[in-house]
């Protein structure tokens, strides 16, 4: 066992434990923190379903951005679709075997999804130059952040299509991880770098803006649905208000 | 009072948003509350010693108390999708009136104080100390937001940046830098009744010269009750109903529909204001207390009904928030909304044929609607989505012959605001409040040139006193703006049926 491998493999336990307890604390504060009032924001749907359907639209489609701005939406929604699609696909290192939709998308992956990423980074990077206000905006973070999820994106396509590694032995190396049973994991700089920096994005995904995820379902304006005559709305410390008056 | 001079924006044939300007409107803040008007509220009297850990532990208390501002801090990713929707920023082109600049004034302090990233590595994610440079740019930029939202429909998280802005009101007004205008006003709530600060006995005058210049002009005996026990509906007004133009000729209109429909009404005293600008200042305790006098209003005259005047904010507190604040309403018909909007209730009337109108007493005027902020996106009306917009036009429509909506991305979900809005509607910031206004100027001048509109009718006495002040500096008259039920009052058919 090199300390290579034993480094990325702790690496990996580290990042995933960060990611997964961080994202659950985040969620919890964020659930157990009061909406005390009524704020859904137009157009209020009147219904659970309705708001369901909202938040469906805005996750899948970005709605809200695309009525914002056409630019950024194209940019942003072709970079989280390419995202969507090369993350699935990367389930094959974890599987034994893989999964049929795992499969099928493989090739969609490979052409498609991972420039539409790069493009679209590309484009959201250029905004953060070229739109004065935009730039205004823009964080020492918002530049890091995209420069990552570039790196990450331009690192795994330089694999595929450059300097191949050997994917076999990376399998191993990840059902090993799995499976606690650690297997020597291939020496290859670039899939070091790779590795390295989706460590990196797991780990400041808790404490970063990529928080937008899990808060865009927890977003008062839009997951309230719009019956504050019909439903009589109260929140524990604002009704014990009502408890001394 | 004086106003420093400024160049009024022109208004440009389509809508161009601007280059930043970096400072364009630093130098704009309304005036602090004095000693008096912050005690009155129980408030810090003037800026406490210890101002910072005391504003610092504030906040923690907000993030833990309001969802909204907790998840509003952390899911921003400066897209700038609400860059340029801002009127204050399309009007004054300084960058901290863009929605997000105005939201990171407050975001920088959360990350300095309350996460991990902005503790250790501050300039990496533009994480600063309170400062009193800070805190004075707060005072600043959270009163050039007039709590609109317009922003939140374009966010792709739905960030509301009047969320923040309440926040960081609350925040100041506790350390003992509340804004005069505000606090003052509510003050005078809590006194009198109403934000005007009139007395019952002047409000009792008022309304009988109204009884006699109705009178002269109907030749019938339209009544505007007071203080009426057993009457069926509760009128609850802004108070500038009672005394402003073109307000007033609103509050004719609702007396002559409660008049053709034969429905016994009352205005109160006690609760003679819909206003609540406790709502501006994001003080729950405080938008609480001053709709505690509805409740104990309907209560004491036991209505069945309560009925909200022509009000942006004030719907938006009367309908979004009473149920939380004031219900349940189980005292009252059920077989009616609680609480219901005049325009519902005229609406309501006019659809099952109660009340008949003579259209062609409006003929002179060609009509548009203002979109009032709070009704459109902080409120709805009738039982059915997006039933604010469509009741006070169908009312328009159905009292006049000449309407003509605006551009549609200056009204509905999308309108902007009068410019005067939140707290803003105060002489110390007239600068911010014309240039606020241009978006919507330039809008109204479209349609004006287009088809010759000469009227724009809407739901809000904010925007009625604002735009009357504010639409001569853009070269209209001011008298184009008015209420719905000013219209209505125009055209209704009165007298014996």
Redesign the interface.
């Known amino acids: 066992m090199t300390m290579l491998t034993i480094f990325y493999a702790l690496l990996f336990y580290v990042a995933t434990l960060v990611f997964v307890v961080g994202l659950a604390l985040k969620i919890r504060n964020y659930s157990k923190t009061p909406a005390p009032l009524k704020i859904p924001t137009g157009p209020t749907p009147k219904t659970t379903a309705g708001v369901a359907w909202r938040l469906a639209r805005e996750v899948v489609f970005f709605e809200s951005l695309f009525k914002a701005s056409k630019w950024t939406w194209i940019f942003g929604w072709a970079f989280h679709a390419g995202l969507l699609v090369v993350v699935l696909s990367h389930l094959r290192y974890f599987q034994e075997p893989v999964w049929l939709p795992v499969v099928l998308i493989q090739p969609f992956s490979i052409y498609v999804a991972g420039f539409a990423m790069v493009a679209g980074l590309a484009g959201l990077w250029a905004r953060r130059w070229l739109v004065d206000r935009v730039r205004y905006i823009s964080t020492p973070s918002d530049h890091l952040h995209l420069a990552l999820l570039l790196a990450i994106a331009l690192s795994g396509l330089t694999m595929r299509f450059v300097l191949p590694t050997d994917i076999v032995a990376v399998k191993v190396f990840m059902l090993g991880l799995l499976r606690f049973d650690w297997q020597p994991l291939p020496a290859d700089p670039i899939l070091l770098v790779h590795l390295a920096l989706v460590a990196l994005l797991m780990m400041i995904f808790p404490i970063s803006k990529l928080l937008h995820a899990p808060a865009l379902f927890f977003s008062p304006s839009l997951n309230q649905a719009d019956n504050a005559r019909e439903t009589r709305h109260i929140s524990a410390w604002a009704s014990a208000l009502d408890k001394h008056s | 009072m004086a106003i420093a001079p400024f160049v009024t924006p022109t208004l440009k044939s389509y809508p161009v948003?601007p280059?930043?300007k970096?400072g364009a409107t630093s130098h704009l803040k309304p005036f602090v509350a004095a000693a008096p008007i912050q005690k009155a509220l129980g408030f810090a009297e003037e800026l406490v010693e210890d101002w910072q850990p005391k504003a610092i532990a504030k906040m923690g208390d907000l993030?833990?108390?309001?969802?909204?501002l907790?998840?509003?801090m952390?899911?921003?990713?400066?897209?700038?999708?609400?860059?340029?929707?801002c009127h204050y920023f399309l009007g004054t082109a300084d960058?901290k009136n863009?929605p997000?600049?105005r939201q990171?004034l407050m975001r920088k302090i959360y990350r300095r104080y309350f996460?991990?990233?902005g503790k250790i590595f501050p300039?990496?994610?533009?994480a600063v100390d309170l400062t009193r440079e800070v805190l004075d740019e707060w005072y600043t930029y959270f009163h050039q937001c007039s709590e609109c939202?317009r922003c939140?429909?374009?966010?792709?998280?739905?960030?509301?940046t009047a969320?923040v802005t309440m926040a960081a009101r609350e925040i100041m007004g506790s350390i003992g830098m509340g804004q005069k205008y505000s606090n003052e006003i509510i003050g005078k709530v809590h006194r009198i009744g109403n934000n005007l600060g009139i007395p019952g006995p002047a409000l009792e005058n008022t309304l009988e010269g109204l009884e006699e210049d109705t009178k002269e002009e109907t030749g019938l005996d339209i009544k505007f009750p007071l203080d009426v026990k057993g009457a069926t509906v509760l009128l609850i007004t802004p108070s500038a109903d009672f005394f402003s133009e073109p307000h007033v000729e609103s509050l004719i209109g609702y007396a002559k529909v409660f008049h053709a429909a034969g429905i016994s009404w009352t205005l109160s005293s006690h609760a003679s204001e819909a206003g609540n600008f406790g709502l501006f200042i994001g003080n729950?305790?405080q938008m609480?207390n001053i709709t505690?006098r509805v409740k104990e209003a309907a209560l004491e005259l036991g209505v069945k009904r309560i009925v909200v005047g022509e009000c942006g904010h004030a719907w938006r507190v009367a309908?979004?928030?009473w149920?939380?604040l004031i219900?349940?309403f189980d005292y009252l018909d059920q077989r009616y909304?609680?609480?219901q909007h005049i325009c519902e209730l005229t609406d309501d009337l006019i659809q099952r044929g109660a009340i008949s109108f003579d259209k062609e007493a409006n003929d002179k005027r060609i009509i548009t609607f203002h979109d009032s902020c709070n009704v459109?996106?902080?409120a709805?009306m009738g039982?059915?989505?997006?039933g604010q917009f469509i009741i006070p036009r169908r009312i328009i429509t159905s009292v006049a012959n000449h309407f003509h909506d605006m551009s549609p991305e200056t009204v509905?979900?999308s309108t902007f605001c009068c410019g005067g809005g939140g707290g803003l509607l105060t002489d110390d910031l007239m600068e911010v409040r014309v240039k606020g206004a241009l978006p919507r100027m330039e809008a109204l001048k479209q349609v004006t040139d287009d088809h010759g509109v000469n009227f724009m009718a809407a739901i809000c006495a904010i925007c009625k006193a604002q735009f009357t002040k504010v639409l001569p500096y853009y070269g209209f008259d001011m008298n184009m703006i008015g209420g719905v039920h000013q219209l209505v009052s125009k055209a209704i058919r009165l007298g014996d049926k």
Request: glycine share 10%.
């Open positions: 948003i280059l930043i970096v993030l833990g108390k309001y969802r909204s907790q998840v509003y952390d899911a921003c990713v400066h897209c700038g999708a609400c860059s340029d929707k960058p863009m997000v600049a990171d996460t991990w990233a300039w990496l994610v533009g939202r939140s429909v374009f966010c792709p998280y739905g960030i509301d969320e729950y305790e609480r505690m309908y979004s928030y149920n939380t219900g349940p909304p609680v609480p459109a996106r902080g709805s039982n059915m989505v997006g509905r979900t």
